[in-house]
């Protein structure tokens, strides 16, 4: 009976980890055109850094306020500080940077290969076997970004190089964040521990930004200040509670998929916002990567 219960306890919570998925990708797409924009008047590290701290603040005010405590055990401080410099840290630092070499739809779409990597992690580590539904679902998401990318007219040039580089290193680093999360749960009610995850993440960033970057907060139009506002409300605060969320639901590669809507949505509106390419190419990557997201979830 019990275990009955459990199991319909799980197909009951299925939905809801596609909900929270399609949340965190629509905040998190927005935020592709928003952190380019911001980045054309303010430095990387401190825009990044002290939007997660504020992020971060409001986060454990909202978790103490639902009664979740902060509080954490001291054997679980180490896979914390793991998990925040994975998910948060490594991303914030270098997908930041490679927004300054890179437009933001080829960031975003190099930083998404990230569920191929994730794919591929999860099954030494966690034994989550590719089914053959998830094996197509890679291939129709990753062909999406390869057929954006040719769209955009990517070329691993020189000039790109740095940019490439470093957005391939955050996505790899946030794989293994994701994968680990499974591996070894935090066991921490969720918005606690996105409070701390991109608190810890974020503090240093937000200290490097300070001592090493020159900032003029004056120099901000009311636009900027929106959109800062944005990235700390829906991009920090709403869409990592999401994240967490649906990670605690789903398998880590299924979740990991799923996150390939990120860069679609990132691509259209870096094409209305920035004017960055958007024909027929985009379309065709639109339809194979939202393809791959439906074969994931039904996987």
């Not at 990230?114 to 580590?125: G, H, R, T």
């Not at 020159?214 to 929106?226: E, I």
């Not at 639901?249 to 679609?264: E, K, M, N």
């Amino acid at each position: 009976m019990t275990e009955s219960h459990l199991t319909n306890a799980r197909a009951r919570l299925a939905p809801a980890g596609l909900i929270f998925l399609a949340i965190t990708s629509v905040g998190w797409g927005f935020n592709w055109p928003v952190s380019k924009y911001l980045l054309t008047t303010l430095p990387p590290l401190t825009v990044r850094g002290c939007t997660g701290v504020i992020g971060a603040l409001c986060l454990a005010v909202l978790a103490l306020t639902q009664g979740q405590s902060l509080k954490v055990r001291r054997e679980l401080w180490p896979r914390l500080l793991l998990a925040a410099l994975l998910n948060v840290s490594g991303w914030m630092v270098l997908i930041g940077l490679a927004l300054l070499w890179l437009p933001a739809s080829e960031t975003a779409l190099i930083a998404y290969t990230m569920p191929v990597w994730a794919a591929i992690i999860a099954w030494p580590v966690l034994g989550e076997r590719p089914t053959l539904l998830r094996v197509i679902a890679l291939v129709l998401a990753f062909g999406g970004l390869a057929v954006i990318m040719g769209g955009n007219g990517f070329t691993a040039s020189a000039a790109k190089l740095p940019g490439i580089l470093m957005a391939l290193t955050g996505a790899i680093g946030f794989a293994f964040g994701t994968v680990l999360a499974k591996k070894f749960p935090l066991q921490l009610p969720p918005i606690s521990a996105a409070a701390w995850q991109v608190g810890l993440g974020c503090f240093p960033v937000a200290v490097a930004g300070l001592l090493i970057e020159t900032t003029h907060p004056a120099a901000l139009t009311p636009f900027a200040w929106l959109l800062l506002f944005y990235s700390v409300a829906i991009a920090f605060c709403v869409c990592y509670i999401t994240w967490f969320a649906a990670l605690a639901r789903l398998p880590a590669s299924v979740a990991a998929i799923g996150t390939t809507a990120v860069p679609v949505i990132g691509v259209i509106v870096s094409a209305l916002t920035l004017h960055e390419p958007f024909g027929i190419s985009q379309i065709a990557a639109l339809a194979l990567t939202l393809g791959g997201v439906a074969l994931a979830a039904r996987s």
